[in-house]
């Protein structure tokens, strides 16, 4: 889907260890309402964009969020949201999104563990756990489709297998799940003891996870498990169906963000993502076109070593 990506701002109301962004992103001007109304109008006269998604920093706290959900409705766009989903714990914040965006639109949220202490370790708020977890319910209730989102890392690989159950446990099985490899950038990187961990390494829970999945499915749950950021190589091919391309990750139509000077701050259009199975092993590989690949920074951190060609 010919997609707009927006950030108004880098400023978020947690400092997760594996955050994509920067800390001094947080100092970046905010772009303003008109800036964002410009780029969504650019948007559609350019690329005919089907949807915009949000994300940050955190969203919701960008003053003008509403003014712009509400624009982006009116232009009879999708909408998508990446959010921690702690404003949403307030059932009057709740009731005013709705007002303006309805419950059609896409939200995904990440909890960093099942464990409540370690996920508030991770996002450096204490309580933010059961925040959320209320903020999520909350949306669902409305009816909002809402996906749970958790990134792999060196942290918290080992538990992976119990998370499943507590996500089959805690959401209704028309909630989504997706596994993420970590962008080792911003944050992230500057952690990477804590975030950063080979694909080889966190591959046997990976796997373990996924047959907890099929077990579930064969006791007739129905949860759509979507695994993205992992090349076809660190995975046994049985697993395979469960991989996705991220298509927006290899090239993205349009994207709009606060840069550190503001004289960059301009939407830009058809750019090469982060994301792809482009190292070097990859030239060689049968299954190129078929792999999701993984982030390129992520590649650069772990080595192209961790990528064995199909031939
Ligand atoms: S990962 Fe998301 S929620 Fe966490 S600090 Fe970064 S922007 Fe905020
Ligand atoms: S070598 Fe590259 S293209 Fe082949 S499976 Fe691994 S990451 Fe994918």
């Known amino acids: 889907m010919k997609t707009l990506f927006i950030s108004p701002s880098y400023i978020c109301n947690e400092k997760c260890v594996f955050c994509p962004c920067a800390l001094n992103a947080r100092r970046y001007t905010q772009l303003t309402l008109d800036e964002l109304y410009d780029a969504v109008d650019k948007a559609i006269e350019k690329e005919s964009i089907e949807m915009v998604l949000i994300s940050g920093g955190e969203p919701t706290i960008y003053k003008g969020i509403l003014d712009l959900v509400?624009?982006?409705?009116?232009?009879?766009?999708?909408?998508?949201?990446?959010?921690?989903?702690?404003?949403?714990?307030?059932p009057e914040f709740l009731k005013r999104f709705i007002a303006v965006a309805g419950n059609e639109f896409e939200l995904t949220t990440a909890f960093h563990s099942f464990r409540e202490n370690e996920h508030d370790r991770v996002t450096s708020v204490l309580g933010s756990f059961q925040k959320s977890l209320l903020g999520v319910n909350n949306l669902i209730q409305a009816g909002v489709k809402v996906t749970i989102k958790h990134i792999i890392n060196?942290?918290?690989?080992?538990?992976?297998?119990?998370?499943?159950?507590?996500?089959?446990?805690?959401?209704?099985?028309?909630?989504?799940?997706?596994?993420?490899?970590?962008?080792?950038?911003?944050?992230?990187?500057?952690?990477?003891?804590?975030?950063?961990?080979?694909?080889?390494?966190?591959?046997?829970?990976?796997?373990?996870?996924?047959?907890?999945?099929?077990?579930?499915?064969?006791?007739?749950?129905?949860?759509?498990?979507?695994?993205?950021?992992?090349?076809?190589?660190?995975?046994?091919?049985?697993?395979?169906?469960?991989?996705?391309?991220?298509?927006?990750?290899?090239?993205?139509?349009?994207?709009?963000?606060?840069?550190?000077?503001?004289?960059?701050?301009?939407?830009?259009?058809?750019?090469?993502?982060?994301?792809?199975?482009?190292?070097?092993?990859?030239?060689?590989?049968?299954?190129?076109?078929?792999?999701?690949?993984?982030?390129?920074?992520?590649?650069?951190?772990?080595?192209?070593?961790?990528?064995i060609p199909f031939k």
């Open 70 to 90: 509400s624009y982006i409705n009116r232009k009879g766009l999708k909408l998508g949201i990446l959010s921690n989903s702690l404003k949403f714990s307030d």
């Open 154 to 307: 060196n942290s918290t690989y080992q538990l992976l297998p119990e998370y499943v159950d507590w996500l089959y446990e805690t959401f209704p099985d028309n909630v989504p799940w997706v596994l993420c490899n970590i962008d080792l950038t911003g944050t992230a990187l500057t952690n990477k003891g804590d975030s950063s961990v080979p694909f080889s390494v966190s591959r046997p829970y990976l796997e373990n996870t996924l047959d907890k999945v099929v077990e579930y499915q064969r006791n007739g749950r129905n949860r759509i498990v979507r695994i993205f950021n992992t090349p076809l190589c660190c995975i046994d091919p049985y697993y395979w169906s469960f991989l996705q391309k991220y298509e927006s990750e290899e090239e993205m139509t349009a994207l709009y963000l606060p840069y550190e000077n503001p004289i960059d701050n301009k939407i830009r259009f058809n750019l090469k993502g982060d994301g792809g199975a482009n190292f070097k092993p990859c030239q060689e590989c049968i299954v190129q076109a078929q792999c999701p690949g993984t982030w390129k920074k992520t590649a650069e951190v772990l080595g192209e070593k961790s990528f």
